[in-house]
């Protein structure tokens, strides 16, 4: 899934950000008109600006361009782009998707061994927030989902609860899902100023990756994280806030896995939600691969009385970014399509599969490392034929 | 040879090490001997580890390692038992989760207790209270009382209060039910108050009329049932000796307008009991309940200072607890749903970080935090043995009368204060050092009643003796068989 392109811009000094159609009718003073193949009429409604594939067009006077576009066609009537100075096109915002982000920032105050989007040391906050602000308004009010990640978003301080402000007034009834490492929380003003933002669609999603804070530490790269996060997420249960507890499963986090599912039950009570999710071959993964790597078949007995346990105590437990084949059946109950659809592949054997319909899949930076079990079902004979009888 | 990113350094997991020179501190623990070959250690909140015998001295003795024992190491930092700072950094958390087990204290009084009348058809061997007369004056409590009653208990602190009218048999005094559920449900809009009401009978005298009354106004009904026809009967005697035909035709009449989970009983054991749990958890199981309650506070040897023959009895009722207990076992291992509450009780203190505001197994105890009494004729009791007990002309745990005591007369008054003295086991002698401090409680009428003392004297007390004992052998079945422990975590849920 391509969101990135670039092409040369003209009259373009800050980045803009708007709506992408292809029909000029529709166009309005913050929307972008695309020009495919077919050389088009310059516009006479008011509008953002042109992004094209051809060579040149039209006489321009001030209007913004981009052109020579290598392609348009990831571009869906009412996308939103940002398009900067240097004719880079982002997709920021993507109507047929259910997985829409926003990178509150870059920076991060840990630094996990399996980061799948690892921080990088620049304050990009207000830049990043900049745009954030001109898309908030932009964003369909139907919009179901929309998440949050970094990075760590709280480290844009104030800025963070002004965007968390900004996102409920335009969007009060989206669902907001904020990934953070909740250490900020452990200062009890943080987890105050987000309860004054007051937003009962906002749910927090929070790693812990053991029970043993030199375990988790060590995980994320960071002295200290345990107990603060342990702090914040008490913090935060404080003033009703709703949280999901996030725990990647890999080689340093399975052996303590049950303890880790007794401890959130002792010690969280109060969380909505656990998701144990597959590891990502992505970002910094390849580089720990030795450190992290156990095949997801070796730990379905960990998982299995984990999941089993929470669920039994009444929690709402998920498992991610497994497959079908791979699990044990009496697991699939808590299995979750849940890779986004950009980031989602399957095997060429999956296509023989039975289960296709059913199974998540894998992302698709897995394919180059995936369970060695993935096999595909195959309609059971047995079960046809005792059908018939 | 690219450079690696300074990102990318990662460090090892000694470099996350926080323990200075070997050391750690103790947090607040107890240990007790579980079986001989293990012990069971457990901190202030209730959570536990199971670890074999010795392994509590070299924990005290700062002999456990970080590189060699590292699954135990990180189990007792991870569980509250020790820490590597002087004040653990999650020292809030562990706060926070005791006050959440004590949050029953939260809002003090819940269950209120009228004796609406003495008066009984019934003259159960074992009961030392009632009265088969007809004299209501005497007997019956007056409108009056009923009154003064209600307004206290509006003045309980607590949103929710449970309203449970007992005898005698109460609904012989069914005109004064109905008198004190409307005056209640009209003051509750007042006051602001969510009111549960239980009705306690024998279900003798029980009739359609009063279970639309009590269907009309989502009354409960708990009822008394020992077990099959020969116990039944032999303890509950009555003209005709059908105590028990009644009691059956009682609840089936009761389920068919109430509904099952509405209809409850309640078991007295007694020394014809303690020959036949199984006899008595099958008459629960055919009658379609899905509990049974194996009480161990009982009338039965209550008040009786003979300290040999209370440990006796004691040991009897264990036995029969324990047979009665795996006879119910047996039927979930069967696949039934089928629980005992007195387990269930003790399971969900041992098993969850929640609070449970069992009147008889608390501390602080039930009495006055939890319960009152107020008995027919006006007088006020911290519990309901508080009440058998003045029958027997010992009037420790009367707190006050109706007539001439005020709220703040009774529930905190100088008696309230002498109770709530020996009502804490944190500070008992013997149960302060008991690993089992958490999942047990503090009995002080109890105490009084067969020990002579509010504190009780724990090497012969036969609460203790009781609860030590059950809440061992919960523990050591759930350990030593998982499939026990499946059934108990259901029993839970
Ligand atoms: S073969 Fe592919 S589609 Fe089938 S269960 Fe496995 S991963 Fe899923
Ligand atoms: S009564 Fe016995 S078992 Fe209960 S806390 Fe006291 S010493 Fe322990």
Redesign the pocket.
């Given at each position: 899934m391509l969101l990135k392109t670039k092409g040369v811009s003209i009259n373009i000094e800050e980045t803009l950000v708007g709506k992408v159609t292809r029909l000029p009718e529709n166009l309005t003073s913050d929307s972008f008109l695309l020009v495919d193949d077919e050389i088009q009429a310059y516009p006479d409604k008011a509008h953002l600006g042109i992004l094209s594939k051809q060579n040149d067009i039209y006489d321009l006077d001030n209007g913004s361009v981009v052109l020579k576009i290598p392609t348009l066609e990831h571009l869906t009537e009412g996308d939103i782009v940002s398009v900067g100075a240097d004719g880079n096109i982002h997709t920021l915002y993507r109507v047929d998707s259910y997985h829409n982000t926003l990178l509150a920032t870059e920076r991060c105050n840990s630094n996990c061994l399996m980061c799948s989007q690892p921080p990088r040391d620049k304050n990009d906050v207000s830049f990043l927030y900049g745009i954030h602000k001109k898309l908030i308004p932009l964003i369909p009010k139907d919009c179901v989902e929309l998440g949050i990640s970094g990075g760590e978003p709280t480290l844009m301080g104030e800025l963070f609860f002004d965007m968390l402000e900004k996102i409920k007034h335009e969007l009060p009834d989206t669902e907001i899902h904020v990934l953070t490492n909740g250490r900020s929380f452990a200062w009890d003003h943080m987890a105050y100023r987000l309860s004054q933002v007051d937003n009962n669609r906002l749910m927090l999603g929070i790693p812990v990756y053991s029970d043993y804070y030199q375990v988790h530490d060590y995980i994320v790269q960071a002295k200290d994280a345990f107990y603060q996060t342990i702090a914040g997420l008490h913090n935060l249960a404080r003033y009703n806030q709703r949280i999901e507890i996030r725990v990647v499963l890999h080689k340093l986090s399975i052996p303590r896995l049950v303890k880790l599912a007794k401890y959130i039950y002792k010690n969280l009570p109060f969380v909505e939600h656990v998701a144990f999710m597959g590891l990502e071959y992505v970002g910094y993964t390849p580089h720990n691969i030795d450190k992290l790597w156990i095949d997801p078949m070796d730990y379905n007995k960990e998982l299995g009385e984990a999941v089993e346990f929470l669920a039994n105590k009444g929690l709402h437990v998920s498992i991610y970014n497994s497959?079908?084949?791979v699990l044990p059946e009496n697991l699939w109950q808590y299995a979750r399509k849940s890779i986004s659809d950009w980031k989602n592949s399957?095997?060429p054997?999956?296509q023989s599969?039975s289960?296709?319909e059913d199974?998540g899949?894998l992302f698709t930076w897995n394919l180059k490392k995936h369970s060695e079990h993935?096999?595909?079902?195959t309609t059971n004979v047995l079960e046809l034929s005792s059908g018939i009888e | 040879m690219e450079k690696e990113k300074s990102t990318r350094k990662f460090k090892g997991l000694e470099l996350y090490d926080r323990q200075v020179e070997k050391d750690y501190f103790l947090l607040p623990f107890r240990f007790h001997r579980l079986t001989p070959e293990k012990e069971i250690i457990v901190n202030e909140v209730g959570d536990y580890l199971i670890l074999p015998n010795g392994t509590f001295e070299k924990i005290v003795k700062r002999q456990i390692f970080k590189d060699s024992d590292e699954e135990l190491y990180g189990d007792l930092l991870s569980n509250f038992f020790i820490s590597e700072e002087k004040v653990s950094p999650l020292i809030d958390v562990l706060a926070t989760r005791y006050r959440t087990k004590k949050s029953f204290l939260d809002d003090f009084t819940s269950l209120h207790i009228f004796v609406v009348s003495l008066r009984c058809e019934h003259t159960c061997h074992y009961c030392q209270v009632s009265r088969v007369t007809q004299d209501k004056g005497k007997y019956d409590m007056s409108i009056e009382h009923i009154n003064k009653g209600i307004d206290l208990m509006m003045r309980s602190p607590n949103s929710h209060v449970t309203m449970e009218f007992q005898g005698g048999e109460a609904l012989l005094a069914f005109e004064n039910i109905v008198y004190a559920v409307e005056r209640t449900k009209e003051l509750a809009k007042v006051f602001n108050k969510k009111v549960t009401y239980v009705i306690c009978t024998n279900l003798a005298v029980i009739t359609e009329e009063i279970l639309l009354y009590c269907k009309e106004n989502d009354i409960l009904i708990s009822s008394s049932l020992d077990g099959p026809a020969f116990i039944h009967n032999e303890n509950r005697k009555r003209p005709g000796r059908n105590s028990y035909e009644l009691a059956i035709k009682g609840i089936e009449l009761s389920r068919s307008i109430l509904g099952k989970s509405r209809v409850s009983a309640l078991m007295t054991t007694t020394n014809l009991s303690l020959e036949h749990p199984k006899e008595i958890v099958d008459e629960y199981y055919r009658l379609g309940f899905k509990s049974i309650f194996l009480r161990p506070i009982s009338p039965y040897g209550f008040a009786v200072k003979n300290e040999r023959k209370n440990k006796y009895e004691t040991e009897k009722f264990i036995a029969f607890y324990k047979t009665a207990l795996h006879h119910i076992i047996d039927y979930n291992l069967k696949g039934e749903f089928f629980s005992e509450d007195y387990a269930s009780i003790i399971l969900k203190k041992i098993l969850t970080p929640f609070p449970v505001g069992y009147v008889d197994l608390n501390s602080p105890a039930g009495a006055i935090n939890n319960v009152i009494v107020f008995n027919y004729e006006g007088s006020v009791y911290a519990t309901d043995e508080s009440r058998m007990l003045a029958e027997m002309n010992d009037f420790s745990f009367k707190l006050g009368h109706l007539d001439t005591h005020s709220y703040e007369d009774i529930f905190y008054g100088e008696r309230a204060a002498w109770i709530a003295e020996a009502s804490t086991n944190e500070n008992l002698p013997g149960c302060s050092e008991c690993a089992f401090q958490s999942y047990c409680g503090a009995d002080p009428v109890h105490n009084l009643s067969t020990q002579g003392d509010i504190s009780g004297y724990r090497p012969t007390s036969s609460f203790c003796q009781k609860n030590m004992e059950i809440i061992r052998y919960l523990i050591e079945l759930m350990e030593s068989d998982k499939r026990i422990r499946t059934v108990f975590e259901s029993w839970i849920q």
């Open positions: 497959q079908l084949c399957y095997m054997e999956c599969c289960k296709l199974c899949g993935i096999k595909p079902f | -």
